[in-house]
C-alpha cells in the first residue's frame, strides 16, 4: 500500500486520537499472564505488537509462536516462557527480527536456570525455550543493548525462587522504560529496591490490581510534528500531564520547536498549537526518547532548524537501522546529515532535488508517520509499505485526514478520480 499525500488547505485545526500505550500495554498483558489473572490488565492497546502478545499468551504450552516484526514481544516473551513450567516453545519471527540482538537476554536467563536453545545462529531467533520455574539469584546483563533485556527479567523476578539481584553491566541504555517497568509491578505489588549493587526483586506473587494504559505518548510525537510544521492547532484526546512514559518529554522537546502545550485536565487532553518561539539549533540527548528521533529529524529538516541528536546508540537494532534510513530518505529532499552509530546531525546544509521524493518506510512504522509531515512542504510526496503503521497505530493515516491532509492511492496517476 502506498500513498501520495497532499497538505491542508487550511490552517490546522484538529482533534486527533491517540492508541492505548503500546508500552504500558505490552507490560500488562505480560504482568497479567504472569500472576495468572490475579492482575488484569484493564483496555490495552489493539495494534500488531500487542495482537501477537495476546496470540502467544493463549497459545498451547507446545508450539510455535511467531511475533512477526515485534522485538518488545521477541524480548518479553523469551522471559515469560522460560519461566513458564511446562512451556515447550518454539520462538521465531521476521527476517529482520531474526537478526536483531537476543544474546544478553538468553546468556542471563541460563545463568538463572532456564533452559534455551538456539534453533540457528548463536544470540539470534529463532529460539527453543523448554519452560520451568527458575532458581533466580545473581545476573549481570549488558544493559547498553536494550533495556527491554532488564524489563523483561524484572517481570519474571518474583517467580523465581532466590529472587532476583540484577546489575547492570554498562550504561544502561533508555533508563526511562526500565523506570516505567517498574513503577508498574510496585503498583500490582512487588518492590523493586535499587541498590548501588543494582536492582534487587524478592521472591513473591504480585497482587490483585488492575493496570490501566494510558494514551500513547509516542504516537503523540507525530502530532506534535504536524503542528511544528503546519504552525496549526491540534487536540490530542486523552492525553494527560504527569505521565511516567518516557516519550512524555516531547511536551518539553517539541516546545523548542515552537509547539506550546495546553493540558486540559477536565476532558482530559493536550492543547497543541504552533508558537513562533523556536530554538536556532537542537542539539539534544535522546538516550532515554531514541524512538522520537524520526519525528524530531523530519521536523528539524523542514523548519530549518540544525541538529545534533546523540544517545542513538539502540536505533541501528530497531526495525530498520533507524539512523542511516533517516540520513538516506532525507537526502530525497536535499537534506544531507552525518552519523555516527550513535549520532545524527544537519547542519543547515541542503542540496537541489529534482524529483517528487517516494519514500521508503524500510518497513518501519515509525519512519513511514515521520516522513508523511513532509507533505507539508512539498505536496504529492508518497509514503511507500504505508500499511507498516499497523504496528503501533492503526488508525494513524484517518487521523491524518482529520487535520486535512489528503490521502490518495499512489499507485494510480494523481489527482485521478473515476469517472
Not at 367 to 380: D, E, K, L, T, W
Given at each position: 500500500?502506498?500513498?501520495?499525500?497532499?497538505?491542508?488547505?487550511?490552517?490546522?485545526?484538529?482533534?486527533?486520537?491517540?492508541?492505548?500505550?503500546?508500552?504500558?500495554?505490552?507490560?500488562?498483558?505480560?504482568?497479567?499472564?504472569?500472576?495468572?489473572?490475579?492482575?488484569?490488565?484493564?483496555?490495552?492497546?489493539?495494534?500488531?505488537?500487542?495482537?501477537?502478545?495476546?496470540?502467544?499468551?493463549?497459545?498451547?504450552?507446545?508450539?510455535?509462536?511467531?511475533?512477526?516484526?515485534?522485538?518488545?514481544?521477541?524480548?518479553?516473551?523469551?522471559?515469560?516462557?522460560?519461566?513458564?513450567?511446562?512451556?515447550?516453545?518454539?520462538?521465531?519471527?521476521?527476517?529482520?527480527?531474526?537478526?536483531?540482538?537476543?544474546?544478553?537476554?538468553?546468556?542471563?536467563?541460563?545463568?538463572?536456570?532456564?533452559?534455551?536453545?538456539?534453533?540457528?545462529?548463536?544470540?539470534?531467533?529463532?529460539?527453543?525455550?523448554?519452560?520451568?520455574?527458575?532458581?533466580?539469584?545473581?545476573?549481570?546483563?549488558?544493559?547498553?543493548?536494550?533495556?527491554?533485556?532488564?524489563?523483561?527479567?524484572?517481570?519474571?523476578?518474583?517467580?523465581?525462587?532466590?529472587?532476583?539481584?540484577?546489575?547492570?553491566?554498562?550504561?544502561?541504555?533508555?533508563?526511562?522504560?526500565?523506570?516505567?517497568?517498574?513503577?508498574?509491578?510496585?503498583?500490582?505489588?512487588?518492590?523493586?529496591?535499587?541498590?548501588?549493587?543494582?536492582?534487587?526483586?524478592?521472591?513473591?506473587?504480585?497482587?490483585?490490581?488492575?493496570?490501566?494504559?494510558?494514551?500513547?505518548?509516542?504516537?503523540?510525537?507525530?502530532?506534535?510534528?504536524?503542528?511544528?510544521?503546519?504552525?496549526?492547532?491540534?487536540?490530542?484526546?486523552?492525553?494527560?500531564?504527569?505521565?511516567?512514559?518516557?516519550?512524555?518529554?516531547?511536551?518539553?522537546?517539541?516546545?523548542?520547536?515552537?509547539?506550546?502545550?495546553?493540558?486540559?485536565?477536565?476532558?482530559?487532553?493536550?492543547?497543541?498549537?504552533?508558537?513562533?518561539?523556536?530554538?536556532?539549533?537542537?542539539?539534544?540527548?535522546?538516550?532515554?526518547?531514541?524512538?522520537?528521533?524520526?519525528?524530531?529529524?523530519?521536523?528539524?529538516?523542514?523548519?530549518?532548524?540544525?541538529?545534533?541528536?546523540?544517545?542513538?546508540?539502540?536505533?541501528?537494532?530497531?526495525?530498520?537501522?533507524?539512523?542511516?534510513?533517516?540520513?538516506?530518505e532525507l537526502l530525497k529532499i536535499g537534506v544531507t546529515t552525518e552519523?555516527?552509530?550513535?549520532?545524527?546531525?544537519?547542519?543547515?546544509?541542503?542540496?537541489?532535488?529534482?524529483?517528487?521524493?517516494?519514500?521508503?518506510?524500510?518497513?518501519?512504522?515509525?519512519?513511514?508517520?515521520?516522513?508523511?509531515?513532509?507533505?507539508?512542504?512539498?505536496?504529492?510526496?508518497?509514503?511507500?509499505?504505508?500499511?507498516?503503521?499497523?504496528?503501533?497505530?492503526?488508525?494513524?493515516?484517518?487521523?491524518?485526514?482529520?487535520?486535512?491532509?489528503?490521502?490518495?492511492?499512489?499507485?494510480?496517476?494523481?489527482?485521478?478520480?473515476?469517472?
Open positions: 500500500m502506498n500513498y501520495r499525500i497532499y497538505p491542508p488547505e487550511e490552517i490546522v485545526e484538529a482533534t486527533v486520537a491517540v492508541p492505548l500505550s503500546k508500552s504500558v500495554s505490552a507490560r500488562a498483558l505480560i504482568i497479567e499472564a504472569i500472576s495468572r489473572g490475579a492482575v488484569e490488565a484493564g483496555d490495552t492497546a489493539r495494534c500488531r505488537d500487542t495482537e501477537v502478545i495476546r496470540a502467544a499468551l493463549s497459545a498451547p504450552q507446545q508450539c510455535t509462536v511467531d511475533v512477526a516484526d515485534s522485538g518488545t514481544a521477541l524480548r518479553f516473551l523469551t522471559a515469560y516462557f522460560a519461566a513458564t513450567d511446562g512451556a515447550e516453545i518454539e520462538l521465531g519471527g521476521s527476517e529482520r527480527l531474526c537478526h536483531r540482538p537476543i544474546g544478553p537476554l538468553v546468556d542471563a536467563l541460563r545463568s538463572l536456570g532456564a533452559s534455551i536453545e538456539y534453533m540457528g545462529e548463536a544470540g539470534h531467533a529463532p529460539l527453543k525455550i523448554y519452560g520451568r520455574k527458575l532458581q533466580g539469584g545473581a545476573v549481570t546483563i549488558d544493559a547498553t543493548v536494550s533495556s527491554q533485556f532488564v524489563s523483561a527479567l524484572l517481570m519474571i523476578a518474583p517467580t523465581m525462587a532466590d529472587g532476583l539481584r540484577l546489575q547492570l553491566d554498562g550504561d544502561a541504555v533508555s533508563q526511562s522504560y526500565i523506570r516505567l517497568t517498574m513503577s508498574m509491578m510496585e503498583r500490582a505489588g512487588v518492590e523493586c529496591d535499587i541498590t548501588p549493587d543494582g536492582i534487587y526483586v524478592a521472591p513473591g506473587q504480585y497482587r490483585s490490581c488492575r493496570l490501566e494504559a494510558e494514551r500513547d505518548w509516542s504516537a503523540a510525537t507525530f502530532w506534535y510534528e504536524a503542528v511544528a510544521v503546519t504552525s496549526g492547532f491540534i487536540t490530542v484526546e486523552g492525553l494527560a500531564d504527569g505521565s511516567r512514559q518516557p516519550d512524555a518529554a516531547a511536551a518539553d522537546i517539541f516546545g523548542r520547536l515552537g509547539v506550546t502545550t495546553d493540558f486540559d485536565e477536565t476532558p482530559g487532553s493536550a492543547e497543541l498549537a504552533g508558537s513562533p518561539d523556536v530554538d536556532p539549533r537542537m542539539n539534544i540527548c535522546l538516550v532515554d526518547n531514541p524512538d522520537m528521533a524520526p519525528a524530531l529529524a523530519v521536523t528539524c529538516a523542514m523548519i530549518g532548524v540544525p541538529f545534533r541528536f546523540t544517545g542513538l546508540s539502540t536505533l541501528p537494532a530497531k526495525e530498520c537501522d533507524r539512523i542511516a534510513v533517516i540520513s538516506e552519523s555516527t552509530p550513535d549520532s545524527l546531525t544537519w547542519e543547515g546544509r541542503r542540496m537541489p532535488f529534482a524529483e517528487l521524493p517516494r519514500f521508503s518506510a524500510h518497513g518501519d512504522h515509525r519512519i513511514a508517520m515521520a516522513f508523511a509531515f513532509v507533505a507539508a512542504y512539498i505536496p504529492g510526496i508518497v509514503i511507500e509499505d504505508a500499511d507498516v503503521v499497523e504496528k503501533s497505530y492503526p488508525g494513524f493515516w484517518e487521523e491524518l485526514q482529520k487535520c486535512g491532509f489528503t490521502i490518495e492511492d499512489a499507485d494510480t496517476e494523481p489527482n485521478d478520480t473515476e469517472s
